[in-house]
């Protein structure tokens, strides 16, 4: 699965520890999340695009 | 704070008691096996305190920074860390029942070595997972 996560956080102005704070995740995790190390649950990859203002499957592809 | 604390805990301590019992029960014999048996256990010992060292202080900062101290991710990675140490450990204890029907070895140190065994490789398989993550899950 991949993901636009670093380039829409890089859009938004948001850092690594910014995104963790809004989805109340480790920054850890979304270094796993962009390296393509981690495949988010539904409720994670929800909240993620629910701070970028896109749906999940413009921010998320299979 | 409790949830970080007990792990390390139940983890040193395991780890600590045993490798006095050896210790101990070392004392009075000296072996060369034994004693070399005893320096790598207490290798063993310091290497899991100083990666529960590094993992409190990286759950610590996690928190000052107000970020959570477990995700799913994390969580993830202990559960899979655990299964495969599990696993693994089965082996470890075959080979230490094997190892003492032909070498007379105190039961003290079969446990001692066993359950060393037991923290390392849950330890090695952590650090493995958290490095590679988990893609599957």
Known sequence: ?62 | MKKLFFPIFLLSGVTVVSGIRIFQSGIGEETKILFIAELIHMVMIAILFIMGIIYGIKRIRSTEEGLPEDDELSKKIVRKSAGISFYITLFIWLILLFIQSFIDIDSRVLFSFGFVGMSLTFVITWLITNSCGIKDA
């Open chain 1, 1 to 62: 699965m991949h993901n636009r996560i670093k380039e829409l956080r890089a859009k938004f102005g948001l850092t690594q520890q910014d995104l963790a704070k809004k989805v109340n995740v480790r920054r850890e995790t979304i270094v796993f999340l962009e390296k393509g190390k981690y495949n988010p649950s539904l409720r994670l990859a929800y909240d993620i695009s629910r701070v970028f203002k896109l749906k999940i499957e413009d921010v998320f592809q299979f």
